[in-house]
């Protein structure tokens, strides 16, 4: 047995004081006067032998309880015959993402964690070196701090967005202490949520890992997970729905659930959800957009404790107006015209092919090759620069047009080749609507819908590299209209003209027209609408044609400068953890906004689905220790008894009030 302070022990000279006190301890008699004394003599020479035995048990007593005391006093332990004298390296990640905000009991478990983590921290000595972890990193989580100034960092300590997993946590401590020498701990404070809890296949053997789980008292929550608009390009004054994703996270049904709806400040109408424990729910919700430009849309459900998750961002840039541009060669072609003199919101520009503006693609979110005999190198080189920027191009090749142009053209934008012409007549027979194109278009699609039967047509080579995609075929499964997609753009080809004497497909206004119509509403690239916080999240923005220096922002609470890659007429951006907050961000350019940014809360965290303290044991048993928090014994005194041994101050107050006890006890009831 070894003492802390054995300094205490020169208290045992205080047993003197309970000897002199009963060496020197006289009580004054009075005379009493009798005629006979014999038989008090006898009773008094009986009466002082039992004193004398009761003040000695007292004596005993006292001297026993004031040793204990000592002892207490001096913190006596038997000493750890593993122990290691080297300075120790301790680690400390306390998880401070938003499902730590869950209650246990009245108090949240960050604020239990970080009690915790303080308990943790002053069990050791001030000579020892500490790492102070969190979700989101910071400068601090690279320094080896002091005891002190672990405890100041501590403090700071907040809930944040960024979601790290547990076996990239365990990487990090082992890599702060890499190149250190002495005993090194890593203490994981969490409430261990199965999906982001691991350990690394090659844990560190020389880093001890203790696992110290928190488990809150209720697990529900309701969270909306994602919303998207049905149509990657809304449309002004014409329904867009809006898909909302609603899951139960907890144990019991929910009933009534209100989703509210937020579009540019302004409420919206909305509706009542029912879900049922541990399901997903889709609803959907009609929009309307009556003006032009970017649209701030937010849902919300009211739910506590947990509401990181409560609400969704997400914005919707509608045109002005939808423009086509159809390129000919011979005339104009007046089916197409009609068509789209019925689309108020698109306009259709018509061009001869010897008279194209180059410079006006971008404007148009969809070019038609209409019949023209000869594409030129220049035409090829624009519409494929146009395509990798995200437009859309269809081609409707001519019967007489020369096939070597084509193929050059098809083989810029990914495309199986012509391979040669064929005058055989041939029916249509199957429409994709699992394609965007022809998805949602019919209610039911009939048996007897009026497919077009061409009277010729191109049969292309087949290279399965390009990938094809059919969205109308002949009745021998050969194509009759194909899809492609090249970088951000999509390549809509038709085997047969768009010559009705060859091609009556503008007589079939239910195929042609929504086909038209679809595909100029078609994106290669989906517009990104909304972003998750704590992730990369990376976009491309069209630079402006007269600017020289393209340097931009981006504007929320702060202003700072993204990561930018120049790629010519696009710049790439690339944002990481410099948004904290969810909610609605602007990309600027000379203080212009270009683009609005929605982000959204990681959704990883509504996950209520975590590891008991059993279940930590029978997974990570022999990688890492456990040790139960739940009955709020002092964490300290538990990591001192494992580092220097077992303590005996607290057994030997216990005999030392034993043994007052037991004074007390005689003192009244042994009567003299």
Not at 94 to 103: E, F, G, H, K, Q
Not at 274 to 281: F, L, P, Y
Not at 334 to 354: C, H, T, W
Request: proline residues 4%.
């Amino acid at each position: 047995m070894q003492f802390l302070h054995p300094g205490f022990l020169w208290g045992l000279l205080a047993l003197a004081i309970p000897i002199i006190i009963h060496l020197f301890h006289f009580r004054r008699y009075k005379k009493v006067y009798f005629t006979n004394v014999r038989f008090l003599k006898e009773l008094k020479d009986e009466r002082n032998a039992r004193r004398k035995l009761r003040n000695l048990l007292v004596l005993v007593m006292r001297l026993l309880a004031v040793a204990a005391l000592v002892f207490a006093f001096a913190q006596p332990y038997i000493a750890n015959k593993e122990r290691n004298v080297e300075r120790k390296l301790i680690s400390v990640f306390v998880d401070n993402s938003y499902s730590m905000n869950a209650l246990s009991q009245d108090v949240p478990l960050i604020d239990k964690a970080k009690r915790k983590a303080e308990q943790i921290i002053k069990a050791y000595s001030e000579t020892d070196r500490f790492q102070l972890l969190s979700h989101d990193y910071s400068g601090v989580t690279s320094r080896i701090l002091t005891r002190e100034e672990a405890l100041e960092q501590l403090e700071n300590i907040e809930i944040t967005a960024s979601i790290k997993d547990i076996d990239v946590i365990v990487q990090r401590m082992s890599q702060s202490f890499k190149d250190m020498r002495g005993e090194k701990r890593g203490y994981i404070l969490s409430d261990f949520q199965k999906n982001i809890t691991d350990l690394p296949s090659d844990v560190d053997t020389t880093l001890d890992i203790q696992f110290l789980p928190f488990q809150s008292v209720q697990n529900s929550n309701i969270s909306i997970d994602t919303a998207y608009l049905i149509s990657p390009t809304p449309l002004l004054n014409q329904p867009n729905p809006l898909i909302v994703t609603l899951t139960n996270r907890g144990n019991e049904d929910v009933d009534n659930i209100r989703i509210n709806v937020l579009q540019n400040g302004q409420s919206k109408p909305s509706g009542n959800v029912d879900i049922q424990a541990g399901k997903t729910t889709v609803d959907t919700i009609a929009l309307s957009f009556t003006e032009a430009g970017n649209h701030d849309i937010s849902l919300e459900v009211n739910d506590y404790p947990i509401q990181f998750d409560d609400v969704y961002n997400l914005n919707a840039y509608i045109d002005e107006d939808g423009k086509i541009l159809n390129i000919y060669s011979g005339g104009s072609n007046r089916y197409l015209q009609a068509l789209f003199n019925g689309v108020p919101e698109m306009k259709l520009d018509q061009a001869i092919s010897s008279n194209v503006n180059y410079n006006e693609f971008d404007q148009y979110s969809l070019i038609i090759l209409d019949d023209l005999n000869q594409i030129s190198s220049g035409l090829i080189n624009q519409l494929s620069d146009y395509v990798s920027k995200g437009g859309n191009v269809v081609v409707f090749p001519s019967k007489n047009g020369g096939k070597e142009s084509y193929n050059q053209l098809l083989g810029r934008l990914g495309c199986n080749p012509i391979k040669q012409w064929e005058d055989s007549p041939r029916e249509v027979l199957n429409i994709n609507t699992d394609e965007f194109v022809f998805s949602k278009v019919f209610a039911k699609l009939s048996k007897n819908i009026s497919l077009p039967t061409t009277k010729g047509n191109y049969s292309f080579s087949t290279f399965a590299a390009n990938g094809a995609e059919s969205i109308l075929r002949y009745r021998d499964g050969s194509p009759f209209v194909s899809k492609y997609k090249k970088s951000q753009g999509q390549v809509f080809v038709c085997a047969s003209p768009l010559d009705r004497t060859i091609n009556p497909l503008v007589e079939n206004a239910e195929i042609f027209v929504p086909m038209i119509y679809k595909m100029s509403l078609s994106q290669g690239a989906q517009q990104m609408n909304a972003f998750t916080l704590g992730q990369t999240n990376s976009f491309t923005i069209k630079n402006p044609a007269n600017q020289n220096e393209i340097l931009y922002e981006v504007s929320g609470d702060d202003v700072f400068i993204p990561q930018q890659t120049d790629q010519g007429n696009v710049t790439q951006i690339t944002i990481g953890e410099e948004v904290a907050d969810a909610g609605f961000y602007d990309v600027l350019l000379d203080d212009t906004p270009v683009k609005r940014l929605a982000f959204n809360f990681n959704r990883k965290e509504s996950v209520m689905d975590f590891f008991s303290v059993d279940e930590l044991k029978d997974n990570f048993s022999g990688r890492a220790s456990i040790i139960d928090v739940s009955n709020d014994e002092n964490l300290a005194r538990i990591i001192k008894e494992k580092e220097e041994g077992i303590f005996l101050w607290r057994l030997f107050l216990i005999i030392a009030l034993v043994f007052l006890a037991l004074e007390t006890l005689i003192l009244r009831f042994w009567k003299e």
